[in-house]
């Protein structure tokens, strides 16, 4: 039941989001897609968040630690998901260029089976893309800018880089639409975090690197 309403609540943040965006009655111009040819027919594209400049919103709570303070009119969820730490971001998204192509929200479960990830890309004119892999632990990111100096409540500059997945187990897509739809693909998350304000906000990029192929094609290598 909690995996059931933790998707709805996903999938609802997901279509806030597609509201806010896909205007009715525009047909948003298309951009430029950024790809370029992997081995095997595969194509690689790199989607990059830009923090805190495309940060849009986060859920309130314990779960997110930096990731979740600072967020402009945080979203608060329903009592039942509290049992368990959940985090959910909304964000701009940026092509390699640093062009803002779309929207995305990435919900993080830290539940007694194992943390998962989910990323839901929405791309005007080209269409949306569900990502997933095994999370991250809940105190990742601030276990590492500990060993680099950080402290709660005092600035920090520095720089720490981060995957979040592993390069022997990357995520995988699990949905998508419009030219996303035939496809099958994996995907790499990093995080470079160049700053901590004394508030706790969190200076840097999420880097997406993407390769999507077609179902004809072999994985790529």
Known sequence: MKTVLAIAVLLGFGATLAAGYFVPGIEHARLPSL????????????????????????????AGGLRAQRGEGAMLLPAKLMAEPVLVEHFKVRDSDGSVVGVAARHWNGSASGATTTWALLI???????FSAPGESRSMLEAAL???????GRAWDGEVELMVTRLDAPGILTAGTQEFASLSGAYLETWTVAG???????????VLDTVTWSPQASEPQ
């Open 196 to 206: 901590v304000d004394e508030n706790g906000e969190v200076r840097g990029t999420i």
């Open 124 to 130: 005007p004119s080209r269409g949306a893309l569900v």
């Open 146 to 152: 500990r060993q680099r100096g950080y402290a709660a």
């Open 35 to 62: 790809t370029s040819v992997v081995a095997n027919g595969g194509r690689s594209e790199q989607f990059v968040i830009r923090l805190p400049a495309d940060r849009l919103t986060a859920t309130d709570g314990e």
